[in-house]
């Protein structure tokens, strides 16, 4: 079975920093991996996926993400970050041979001041 | 018009209540799921569908049942309503042969069970 963590619950960052937002994740067979946003009061967008090949994935809106297989990571990165980022995002997994349905880890809500 | 769509967007209603919580789309996609989310706990996947004569349980079953009436419709019931199924209710779809099982989601039904 599939277990996904993100490792923070809240991040809290000025306009213009950089973020990191970090998820784990453990598997006993190959996986597909996912990042979702969740804007306030809306559904879930895709925001990047790692299926396979480079181990460093761009998304929409100047995010990207690594995968590391040796530490069963995928964590969310963005060189500067706008206000209008503030929202919910959602790491998630699903077994690669299988295609069974996303796990989802519990989300980190990033909230971006002036 | 949205590919994935959902109804009612909100729904208030009783304990003991029956209520059905309905989902449609036009992306002509083959597997259909149901989550429910609630605030620190992510998604939880509740039912999937991987074409119309296949249903499976998910993570959070009990409850809560379900119909696949067509490949573009699949409907959630609550049987009998209790206030913890109160929550955010989101269906999505994936496309099988891709080899990516990416998820689209529709916009959400808030349920308030009182």
């Known amino acids: 079975a599939q277990s996904v963590t993100q490792l923070d619950s809240q991040v809290p960052v000025f306009e213009e920093a950089p973020v990191e937002l970090r998820c784990n994740y453990s598997s006993s067979v190959s996986v597909y991996l996912f990042w979702y946003v969740q804007y306030p009061n809306q559904g879930l967008q895709l925001l990047l996926k790692y299926l396979s090949g480079s181990t460093l994935v761009k998304g929409i809106n100047g995010f990207e993400a690594e995968f590391n297989k040796s530490q069963t990571s995928f964590h969310l990165r963005k060189p500067s970050v706008h206000i209008s980022d503030t929202a919910e995002y959602f790491c998630?997994?699903?077994?690669?041979?299988?295609?069974?349905?996303?796990?989802f880890g519990k989300g980190t809500t990033l909230s971006v001041s002036s | 018009d949205a590919d994935v769509t959902q109804t009612p967007r909100n729904r208030i209603t009783k304990t003991g209540k029956r209520i059905m919580l309905e989902c449609s789309q036009t992306k002509g996609h083959d597997r259909m799921y149901w989550y429910r989310q609630d605030p620190g706990l992510g998604l939880r996947l509740i039912y999937y569908?991987?074409?119309?004569?296949?249903?499976n349980k998910g993570e959070i079953s009990d409850g809560y049942s379900v119909s696949r009436q067509a490949q573009a419709k699949f409907s959630l019931s609550l049987e009998s309503a209790i206030p913890n199924q109160t929550a955010l209710y989101f269906c999505?779809?994936?496309?099988?042969?891709?080899?990516?099982?990416?998820?689209?989601f529709g916009p959400g039904t808030r349920l308030t069970v009182t």
């Open positions: 569908s991987f074409d119309v004569k296949d249903i």
């Open positions: 999505a779809t994936s496309e099988s042969g891709t080899g990516a099982y990416e998820q689209y």
């Open positions: 998630a997994v699903s077994d690669r041979k299988a295609g069974t349905a996303l796990i």
